[in-house]
């Protein structure tokens, strides 16, 4: 059974950082590239990052271009998010998603997390 | 960017009744549309890949169609059960992007 569980939201002010991670199980992880996918509050979804399989390959949305990282730990089945400089339109629920290809479109979302609550305010 | 436009935002039918939800991409994308179900407090599911392909273990009732720019999801009689908000997603360019939800409520 495909499991993906993420942790490290919690309340930063504007300006911090934040690391969210997300735990993979049931699936040969380098196989799959894997996403980030957010959701502010009462509104719809939105692509935040992706990244191959190999983890040679990195994407990102425009909003979050040169403040979030993504990354991967093979040895540890798990992909990161690092956030920084974050803002209060960065809060969302970040959901760890799993792509349905190793590498490169077209591919779709076919397992998600239960997600992590960010929240940027003072 | 490609902005896929669905139609209506909000939906409320009677049970066993046909529901149909359109996504209009503003540029041709082929089939690389993909259709999400929401429900309330929970994380999205796939439902439909790649246009018409439905995911592994989704009902039959639900069923997608179209290519190029127009695309359908169909939940053919709807239950208690698919009260949700269902998004379109396309997966022809990057960066990704997702339609704005169309909420399906009973009436």
């Known amino acids: 059974e495909v499991q993906l569980m993420e942790s490290g939201g919690g309340l930063v002010q504007p300006g911090e950082s934040l690391k969210l991670s997300c735990a993979a199980s049931?699936?040969?992880?380098?196989?799959?590239?894997m996403a980030w996918v957010r959701q502010a509050p009462g509104k719809g979804l939105e692509w935040v990052s992706d990244i191959a399989g190999s983890g040679a390959s990195t994407y990102y949305a425009d909003s979050v271009k040169g403040r979030f990282t993504i990354s991967s730990d093979r040895s540890k089945n798990t992909v990161y998010l690092q956030m920084r400089s974050l803002r209060g339109e960065d809060t969302a629920v970040y959901y760890c998603?799993?792509?349905?290809?190793?590498?490169?479109?077209?591919?779709?979302?076919?397992?998600w997390g239960q997600g992590t609550r960010v929240t940027v305010s003072s | 960017e490609i902005v896929l436009t669905q139609s209506p935002d909000f939906q409320s039918v009677a049970l066993k009744e046909k529901v149909t939800i359109t996504c209009r991409a503003s540029?041709?994308?082929?089939?690389?549309l993909h259709w999400y179900q929401q429900k309330p407090d929970q994380s999205p599911k796939l439902l439909i890949k790649y246009a018409s392909q439905s995911f592994s273990g989704v009902p039959s009732r639900f069923s997608g169609s179209g290519s190029g720019t127009h695309f359908t999801l169909t939940i053919d009689g709807l239950e208690a059960e698919d009260v949700a908000t269902y998004f379109c997603q396309q997966s022809s360019s990057r960066p990704l992007t997702f339609g704005g939800g169309t909420k399906v409520d009973v009436k």
């Open positions: 049931g699936f040969k992880f380098n196989d799959f590239a």
């Open positions: 998603v799993r792509a349905s290809a190793v590498v490169g479109l077209p591919f779709s979302f076919d397992f």
């Open positions: 540029h041709s994308i082929g089939t690389s």
